[in-house]
């Protein structure tokens, strides 16, 4: 894993944006009970976290996405971190609402764009990736091509790379939960136990207690 990579994790723990325990859970809306919670939408409260992200999201797109040429953010958490990976490219940017207004033009993507543009969408959390999935539909429906989706985390969830798969469009994390309870063991933050038992709901969510 990259160093930057290393960091943005760091800080991300240390900062109680992304909290890991062995003795509680946490309910996602999904129903999933889980061990592990992350709040991304306070990096943006962190300026050398946010700066970090955005480095490191802006490297990524380059290395997955040569040809991007518009920056998408998928409302509302993408929308912060898309402007600022767009200003580190010099690329447009445009954001995507959930859906359209109910007033008005209607709008439902913001921004200028154009047939030949090449988007990349950011989203802040991919679980399942229905509704950055969502997003990028809606703008293929406006005739847009969408080259890719990035997050700033994944859980990792086999229903996420299969929902990705079934409409045919690339997913890149940053980071990844496989990463995450890597480095907390590698730096001794999590004993063998925590980890296996982390390791054990990534492989079965659904069923872990």
């Known amino acids: 894993m990259e160093k930057l990579e290393t960091k943005i994790l760091d800080q991300l723990v240390e900062n109680d944006i992304v909290q890991l325990h062995s003795d509680q859970t946490f309910q996602f809306a999904s129903g999933i009970h889980s061990p592990i919670y992350t709040d991304l939408r306070l990096t943006v409260s962190y300026p050398d976290l946010r700066s970090n992200i955005a480095d490191a999201l802006a490297q990524l797109i380059k290395a997955q996405y040569p040809d991007v040429t518009v920056i998408g953010g998928v409302a509302t958490a993408g929308i912060p971190h898309a402007a600022l990976v767009a200003d580190r490219l010099n ?79 690339s997913f890149t994390p940053l980071l990844t939960y496989a990463q995450l309870i890597q480095q907390l063991l590698d730096t001794d933050a999590i004993t063998q136990d925590q980890y296996s038992k982390f390791n054990q709901w990534h492989q079965d969510p659904w069923n872990w207690k």
Do not use: C, W
């Open 91 to 169: 690329l447009p940017m445009v954001y995507v609402r959930s859906k359209p207004k109910d007033h008005g033009t209607g709008k439902q993507i913001e921004g200028k764009i154009s047939q030949q543009d090449q988007v990349v969408l950011i989203d802040d959390l991919i679980s399942t990736g229905g509704s950055v999935i969502k997003a990028a539909q809606a703008v293929q429906r406006e005739g847009y091509k969408v080259v890719g989706v990035v997050s700033i985390f994944s859980y990792g969830f086999p229903d996420a790379s299969q929902n990705f798969k079934d409409v045919q469009i």
